[in-house]
């Protein structure tokens, strides 16, 4: 079996990439970072660490790379049984091109067998997005094979990866924590269902993809936000402030209402997953800053994002939100040099206010309760 695995980062070669060689899948990955590129065709493999309790140092071997802007990776597309993706969410869109690129040279070669992508990333529905990308720039006869020989795959992925602390300025080297869940839905796959280690198929993905995204996404973004509030640097730091603790077990607990009353799930073993989260957190084997997890505020304050939506569904089953609306004022005081949606977010709120500000990025209405309540926590009332 061969693979395609766009981005090279850490999740890419951390999680996905990983998996994927070690089931013994010829893996090439696509990236835009040259050094990158450079470091993986000259050495074919690189280090994870995966830290815990039990440390353990794994080799990932017999990988390849390709610049993911050129026609490797359109003629790759042509060939491979499974494209995978872990660029970020707004990267999407950027790929789509050559996937539909690859996959009008994959009908012209007549190359029938069935290919299947999968979008890793922190979204709902992340890989329909990419296929709705796909399609716009293809011709109605190409839709139309591709919606026969192409299998669009949804995904949750669930692995805590910050940047890599190498000693040796490796730049390959990856430090991962121990826990990892990659689960697919197993009803949009093309020809058979594959058998990858690490790799469980579902027929439910909606409440996973939810269960994830707004139990750890939604505590984890509200941890950096509140922390990066409070001068603490890493996540470690920020969840063993007991206040921020509570508000982030808080809004994990409300959340937690919305999808217990929407998923029907055991409200004990969600209790259970709420905790080991917060274990997850205080990893101390584990460096995450707080400008990665609150990286890209307007796409986090968004209304299908881990604190809008959560929200959103409180209201929907009148529900308490105390919580969530803490963690959103603290998004919106979220800054970093580093990111430009950090420094948007900072002009709107100079040029527009608060109130008007965050009924602009979360379409929330400008003049309900709710926005009040959060420009109230983000005056600090
Ligand atoms: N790191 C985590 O803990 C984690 C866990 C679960 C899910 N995710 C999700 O995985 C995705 C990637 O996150 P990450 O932390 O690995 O980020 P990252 O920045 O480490 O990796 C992204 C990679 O994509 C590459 N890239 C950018 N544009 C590209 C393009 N046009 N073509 C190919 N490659 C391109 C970058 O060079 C980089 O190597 C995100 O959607 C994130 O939400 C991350
Ligand atoms: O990747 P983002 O920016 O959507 O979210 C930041 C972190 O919360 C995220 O990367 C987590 O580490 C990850 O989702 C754990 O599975």
Same mark, same amino acid.
């Given at each position: 079996?061969?693979?395609?695995?766009?981005?090279?980062?850490?999740?890419?070669?951390?999680?996905?990439?990983?998996?994927?060689?070690?089931?013994?899948? %010829?893996?090439?990955?696509?990236?835009?970072?040259?050094?990158?590129?450079?470091?993986?065709?000259?050495?074919?493999?690189?280090?994870?660490?995966?830290?815990?309790?039990?440390?353990?140092?794994?080799?990932?071997?017999?990988?390849?790379?390709?610049?993911?802007?050129?026609?490797?990776?359109?003629?790759?597309?042509?060939?491979?049984?499974?494209? !995978?993706?872990?660029?970020?969410?707004?990267?999407?869109?950027?790929?789509?091109?050559?996937?539909?690129?690859?996959?009008?040279?994959?009908?012209?070669?007549?190359?029938?067998?069935?290919?299947?992508?999968?979008?890793?990333?922190?979204?709902?529905?992340?890989?329909?997005?990419?296929?709705?990308?796909?399609?716009?720039?293809?011709?109605?006869?190409? %839709?139309?094979?591709?919606? %026969?020989?192409?299998?669009?795959?949804?995904?949750?992925?669930?692995?805590?990866?910050?940047?890599?602390?190498?000693?040796?300025?490796?730049?390959?080297?990856?430090?991962?924590?121990?826990?990892?869940?990659?689960?697919?839905?197993? !009803?949009?796959?093309?020809?058979?269902?594959?058998?990858?280690?690490?790799?469980?198929?579902?027929?439910?993905?909606?409440?996973?993809?939810?269960?994830?995204?707004?139990?750890?996404?939604?505590?984890? /973004?509200?941890?950096?936000?509140?922390?990066?509030?409070?001068?603490?640097?890493?996540?470690?730091? #920020?969840?063993?402030?007991? *206040?921020?603790?509570?508000?982030?077990?808080?809004?994990?607990?409300?959340?937690?209402?919305?999808?217990?009353?929407?998923?029907?799930?055991?409200?004990? *073993?969600?209790?259970? &997953?709420? %905790?080991?989260?917060?274990?997850?957190?205080?990893?101390? &084997?584990?460096?995450?800053?707080?400008?990665?997890?609150?990286?890209?505020?307007?796409?986090?304050?968004?209304?299908?994002?881990?604190?809008?939506?959560?929200?959103?569904?409180?209201?929907?089953?009148?529900?308490?939100?105390?919580?969530?609306? *803490?963690?959103? #004022?603290?998004?919106?005081? &979220?800054?970093?040099?580093?990111?430009?949606? /950090?420094?948007?977010?900072?002009?709107?709120?100079?040029?527009?206010?608060?109130?008007?500000?965050?009924?602009?990025?979360?379409?929330?209405? #400008?003049?309900?309760?709710?926005?009040?309540?959060?420009?109230?926590?983000?005056?600090?009332?």
């Amino acid at each position: 079996m061969k693979a395609l695995h766009f981005g090279a980062g850490n999740i890419g070669r951390g999680f996905i990439g990983k998996l994927l060689a070690d089931a013994g899948i %010829q893996l090439t990955f696509a990236d835009v970072n040259q050094t990158v590129l450079d470091a993986l065709n000259e050495r074919h493999s690189y280090q994870v660490h995966v830290v815990g309790e039990q440390k353990q140092i794994d080799t990932v071997s017999n990988v390849n790379a390709v610049s993911s802007i050129g026609e490797d990776v359109v003629t790759l597309i042509a060939d491979v049984d499974l494209v !995978t993706t872990a660029v970020g969410p707004v990267v999407l869109e950027r790929i789509a091109p050559a996937v539909a690129k690859g996959l009008v040279l994959r009908r012209t070669n007549g190359n029938e067998k069935p290919l299947n992508i999968i979008a890793c990333e922190n979204m709902v529905r992340g890989t329909s997005q990419l296929k709705a990308h796909v399609m716009k720039v293809l011709s109605e006869d190409d %839709q139309a094979w591709v919606e %026969q020989h192409v299998g669009f795959v949804d995904s949750a992925v669930d692995r805590i990866v910050p940047p890599s602390e190498s000693a040796t300025n490796d730049p390959l080297e990856v430090t991962v924590e121990t826990f990892s869940e990659w689960i697919v839905d197993k !009803t949009q796959f093309k020809g058979d269902l594959p058998n990858i280690p690490g790799m469980e198929l579902t027929d439910n993905l909606m409440a996973f993809v939810e269960r994830k995204l707004f139990t750890l996404n939604t505590g984890h /973004a509200i941890t950096a936000y509140l922390g990066q509030l409070a001068g603490h640097q890493t996540i470690r730091d #920020a969840i063993l402030d007991e *206040k921020i603790r509570a508000v982030v077990k808080g809004a994990m607990d409300e959340s937690g209402a919305v999808l217990i009353k929407r998923y029907g799930f055991d409200a004990d *073993k969600h209790a259970a &997953y709420i %905790q080991k989260i917060l274990g997850r957190f205080e990893n101390p &084997y584990l460096k995450d800053d707080v400008e990665r997890v609150g990286r890209q505020p307007l796409r986090k304050l968004s209304a299908g994002d881990r604190l809008i939506k959560p929200l959103l569904g409180t209201i929907e089953y009148g529900l308490p939100h105390l919580n969530l609306v *803490k963690g959103i #004022a603290a998004a919106m005081h &979220y800054r970093s040099e580093q990111d430009p949606q /950090a420094q948007e977010l900072e002009q709107l709120l100079a040029e527009k206010g608060p109130q008007a500000t965050l009924a602009e990025i979360s379409g929330l209405d #400008a003049n309900s309760d709710v926005v009040a309540q959060a420009v109230d926590a983000y005056n600090g009332k």
